[in-house]
């Protein structure tokens, strides 16, 4: 049975503002958040065999890890150190959905929604640095419907109201917004967040658009 994917939280805000320049800063992220994704993909890999439930403690620990973050976020080294474990346990909590749409359609479909996802992300950030638009403007409407979003998500876990690929591509459209607007922060100088901070919006951006990613293809294979 398909159970519902609901977007992941936002980092709290906070943080001072960084000293590097945007090209320094725009790498900083970069870097952090590959190694990020690199350990959530050896996690979901090593402990692909994990029960729903485990999963479901680990996204919860991941999301306390959060706030243990911003708790610590005039400490970078430290912040970093915590930013990796919270990555590595979102590894092994969406390691029950990789899981399943590996036993049911096969690996293509994860490597093709790992790339895509990577590709999109690549463009999104072309977009937000090439061109002159400030999507940071946009931070309010983006905010409120993501949490139009996960209130959606959260009632649909009762009431199948909404079909999941419709549900898929409302994830996509909003966070195809929210990395435009994290990408416009780091353009911007980082909007006094802090390295480690900027990564853990656009990791959070890209796993979002990964778990859609991987519906939508995963619907399509199912036909």
Wanted: charged content about 10%; hydrophobic content about 55%.
């Amino acid at each position: 049975m398909y159970q519902q994917q609901r977007p992941y939280g936002r980092p709290p805000a906070g943080g001072f503002a960084p000293s590097a320049s945007v090209p320094g800063l725009l790498g900083q992220v970069l870097g952090i958040t590959g190694v990020g994704f690199l350990i959530t993909a050896v996690a979901a890999y090593v402990f692909r065999g994990v029960s729903p439930i485990g999963g479901l403690i680990a996204l919860f620990g991941g999301f306390v890890l959060l706030f243990v973050m911003n708790g610590v976020r005039n400490n970078p080294q430290v912040a970093l150190l915590w930013f990796y474990a919270f990555t590595f346990l979102e590894g092994i909590g969406i390691a029950p959905t990789i899981a399943r749409y590996t036993a049911a359609i096969g690996p293509d479909v994860v490597v093709n929604a790992a790339a895509t996802t990577g590709f999109g992300m690549l463009v999104l950030g072309g977009v937000a640095f090439v061109f002159s638009v400030d999507w940071r403007r946009f931070s309010g409407i983006a905010f409120g419907l993501l949490i139009a979003l996960i209130v959606v998500g959260i009632i649909s876990m009762f009431v199948n109201f909404i079909h999941p690929d419709t549900y898929s591509w409302l994830v996509l459209g909003i966070f195809t917004l929210l990395t435009l607007i994290d990408f416009s922060r780091i353009r911007s100088g980082g909007d006094g967040l802090s390295p480690v901070q900027l990564a853990v919006a656009i990791y959070l951006d890209g796993i979002n658009i990964f778990l859609a990613l991987l519906e939508l293809f995963g619907s399509r294979g199912r036909r």
